[in-house]
């Protein structure tokens, strides 16, 4: 595979994290730690989400 086949993956998974974990927000059942264990997104990004 290509670098940018793999950056384009790597951006596709990325985004899928962001959406899973908005979606885990709005359940409000799990802490930001939580989320971010369970997406792989650092706890920054989760709290940013969480923002917003």
Known sequence: MCLA????????ADKRAAEI???LLQMGKNTLSDIAKATGLKL???EE????
Do not use: C
């Open 49 to 52: 989400l969480a923002s917003n």
């Open 5 to 12: 086949e793999e950056q384009m993956n790597q951006e596709a």
């Open 44 to 46: 920054e990004e989760v």
């Open 21 to 23: 974990a908005k979606n």
